[in-house]
């Protein structure tokens, strides 16, 4: 079965960096686009980007440009996502996404504080 793993979230101070990585099993990884998700605490859960199966094409939600990047190293069926420069307001919990199955994983915190 689909299996998707985040990791790498955790408590960083404002301005500050962290990269998530999302683990997937259980499918062809290479074959399919992958997405990361957030939802904040009292709000919907928001699509913050996706990325082409190749890797090649990415496309971000206008809070995410221009901080955020999201790659991908197929050989390890892996899924990153870079946050740089961030904001309280990206505090959230981030979920790795295969909209094409409808699988999403566990979620991993993030939390942006000083």
């Known amino acids: 079965q689909v299996q998707l793993v985040e990791s790498g979230g955790g408590l960083v101070q404002p301005g500050g960096s962290l990269k998530l990585s999302c683990a997937a099993s259980g499918f062809t990884f290479s074959s399919r686009a992958m997405s990361w998700y957030r939802q904040a605490p009292g709000k919907e859960r928001e699509l913050v980007g996706s990325i082409s199966s190749s890797g090649a094409t990415g496309n971000y939600a206008d809070s995410a440009k221009g901080r955020f990047t999201i790659s991908r190293d197929n050989a390890k069926n892996t899924v990153y996502l870079q946050m740089n420069t961030l904001k309280v307001e990206d505090t959230a919990v981030y979920y790795c996404?295969?909209?094409?199955?409808?699988?999403w994983g566990q979620g991993t915190q993030v939390t942006v504080s000083s």
């Open positions: 996404v295969v909209r094409s199955l409808g699988s």
